[in-house]
Each structure stands twice: as C-alpha cells, then as structure tokens.
C-alpha cells in the first residue's frame, strides 16, 4: 500500500502479527514489554539507484477528489466511536488537504463515514497518490497538508529535511503486503536471474531488499524494477515481471492471476524488520493548527474503535469504499494491526513528549540500510528522528 515503506527492530508487535497470522482475528493490540534495541546499519551492496525527491510540483498522475462538506451517504449518520476528550478548535484553515492512499485502515473507514468534515467543520481536499513516495513529493512542493507514508518513505523524507512531523500510526503492516511470484517460481532463491517488480522507496522495496539480502541474493543476480502498483500490475498482466513486492489490493490481484506468495511482511517482521504505515503533517500546518491535527488523529482512533466494537459493520463500510466484497474486505484488513492513540503512545511506539518512545529509533536504523542500500545519500543522527516522531497530538487527542 502504498506505502509504505525498520531495519532489525524487533519491536513487540512482532508478537502480534504472528498471533493475527495464526488466528485471523480482528487486528488487537497489546501494551508493549520492552523497548527494541538495533544493531548497526547493513552493510549490503547497493540495489536501487538513489531516491531524492524533487522541489517541484504535485505528481500530476495522482488524481484529486474534492469531498463535499454534506454527510456522502447514509453511512456518515454513524456516531463517533470511542469516550475521548473534547478538543475545541479555535483555529480552522478553510480546508484540509490530505493526500491518502486506498489502503483497508482506519483512516479509509473515517473517510467513508464522513467523520473528517464532521469533526473538523472545514471541506477535506482528498488527493489519492500511489505510493509513499509521490506523498513526499507533494508535501515537499506544498501540495498537501496530512499525507499517509510507510515508515520506509517516512525514514527518506526524515532524511531528506521534509519539513513535516510522523503524528501517528495508521497500521502496523502484516501479510496485507508480501512478495509474489508466477509459476514455476516456487521459492526466494529461485528469484535468481529474475525481474521483480516494486515501487522504490516504499515498504514493500525495503522488506524485499532485506529478503534478498537474508537469503544472500547478491545485487547482480536479479533485476529490481521501480514501479508503482498500478504500473507493476501491468508489468505483471504482460508477463514482463517474475515477481512482485506489492501491498493490497493490488496485491489480490497478483493472487489471482495465478501469483503464489513467497513472503509475507509480517514473516519478514517475525525476522526483525517490522514495517508501519505512518500519518505526516507537515509542521507549517501543525504550528498553524495543532487543535485541527490533534482531531484528525483523535478521529482515526475512533475509528479503530468503531472496528474493534463492530468488525462485520466496519468492514462493510470499507467493502463499499474499495467496491470489493465484504469477505475481500475481510482479508485486506486482518493484514493489518491498527492501534488506537492511547496505545500508540507506549514506550513501543511514540512514547511521549518527555520520554520518546522506540519509533524514532526504528526510523533511523530504517535509513541506515536505507543508506547502506544507497538508496538514499545521507541520514541525520537519531536525535532528528526522536524529533519526527512526535507525539504531541496523539497525548492532547486522549487528553495528557
């Protein structure tokens, strides 16, 4: 998903998605029992060409969608979810723009339901992009003000100096992203001498250059393509990729036209190397407006809420935003664990202001491979990633 893109974090969540891939169940999430701890950057050789993001305008191929301020359907009449604080915003911009990407979490159900024009009493600008990459592309030419990355992404724009703030955590990434091959290739080392297909810098291209590299896949022995999921699963349809690290949906499509799963992120987590999707709002916005941003993330933990109370209902509301069945909307989101603020805010994850939790950490040890991988050029010292990770809206959206 876009994405998305934590290099030998062995952060307890890891737990958690074993325990969603054993039992299937409705994403949970438990308190954390220890920090995790990371061990020196790879020293792999390099695989991709280095990802600097351009100071130029908005991805042109990212198409934009005005929601109107009226409730969008019968489904937007469901309360808000969740016994949170009131936050009285005394400061509006006219609008909000959030450029988010079609991914079975938390924030697509808010969307459906209307909460976001509810609850912050301005028009939301939606403006859909592909993969986190083209969401820091726009943040960078001023073009959105709340955009989802994956932690990979997130880890790159940190250390490109992207003027924004990680606010909270959309997902926890499981087997909803994975890599797939076509037949016969039945197994990672028969990747050898093969094309596999994946957008550079996202989630899926970090956990796939860690699978190479875990099973001493050498650079030269495969061809790496840079293709976001709509290009990939043309790529794919034309037979011109062996295989694929992708997100769903395009993902199930992949299944069906015959793919077979090779890995899954959450197994690739199980290794040590967990990955997030991750909600940034660029800090202009949030020193101008932090009781709007405070409100946004209050309003995505009501909406894991409204699953956690209702997972038949909620996932009917995502069905009819992704136009998928029920039971296809079923097996997207068990791929993913979401959190809500409170639990977000644990030494696992943000921490808080006055002591950062391991989420800054895991961003930097990402950029080190990153960085050792050289597709980015330089990354800051952990002290400008504690800094990004910031959990100040997460504490005022539960009231500490």
Known sequence: MNHRSLSRVVL?????????????????????????????APTAPATAAPTELPATAAPTDAPTTAAPTAAPSAAAQ??????YPEIAITNKPEKVRIGYQVIPNAELLAKHLGWYEQVLGVPIEWKQFESGRDVNTAIAAGGIDIGLVGSSPAANGISQDLPYDVIA???VIGNAEALAARAPIASIAELKGKKIGAPFGST???SLLQILQLNGIKPDEVTLLDLNPSDLLAAWTRGDIDAAYVWQPTLQKLYDSGGTKLIGS???AAKGF??????VATRDFSDKYPEVVAAYVQTLSRAVELYRANPEQATAYIAEELSITPDEAKAQIEGLIW??????L???????????????????????????????????????????????????????
Do not use: M, W
């Open 274 to 279: 967990p990955t997030f999707d991750l909600a």
């Open 12 to 40: 307890p969540v890891v737990l958690l998605l074993l325990a969603l891939s054993a039992c299937g169940g409705a994403p949970q999430a438990a308190a954390p029992t220890a920090a995790p701890t990371a061990p020196s």
């Open 339 to 344: 959190l809500t603020a409170e639990e977000q």
């Open 266 to 268: 959450d197994e690739v």
């Open 204 to 206: 899926t291209h970090y």
């Open 346 to 400: 644990a030494d696992t994850y943000f921490g808080t202001v006055d002591k950062p939790g391991a989420l800054g950490q895991a961003l930097k040890t990402t950029a080190d491979f990153l960085l050792a991988q050289q597709v980015i050029r330089s990354t800051p010292e952990l002290p400008a990633f504690q800094q990004a990770a910031n959990p100040r809206f997460l504490q005022l959206a539960v009231g500490k």
């Open 78 to 83: 469901v309360p808000l979810a969740g016994d």
């Open 169 to 171: 955590i959309y997902d």
